[in-house]
């Protein structure tokens, strides 16, 4: 299945999926521990970030605004 690229936006895919980072990882004996960050989207990771200026965004929430998720899923549905 190939969806390609040139039909969705580029923030399609970093709008609703969260994804848990892994902080830490400990071993202890036989057994790792591993601790995790909440879970995020890497839009709201982007936002969060003090390394990314304030320009980019404010761009980026821009673009956000302007996405339909309907409209996506449609489109993708079709290439499907």
């Known amino acids: ?9 580029g923030l399609s895919g ?3 999926y969260k ?5 830490s990882k400990e071993r202890i004996a ?3 521990i591993k ?5 995020k989207t890497p839009y709201q990771r982007v936002m ?4 990314i200026p304030a320009s980019v965004k404010y761009s980026l929430s821009k673009q956000l ?3 339909n998720p309907f409209l996506l899923r449609k489109n993708m549905d079709k290439k499907t």
């Open 14 to 16: 970093v709008i609703g």
């Open 65 to 67: 605004e302007k996405l």
């Open 1 to 9: 299945m190939d969806l390609g690229t040139t039909d969705f936006s």
């Open 48 to 51: 969060d970030s003090i390394h």
């Open 35 to 39: 601790h995790h960050d909440s879970p």
């Open 19 to 23: 994804t848990v980072l892994l902080i």
């Open 30 to 32: 036989s057994k790792t």
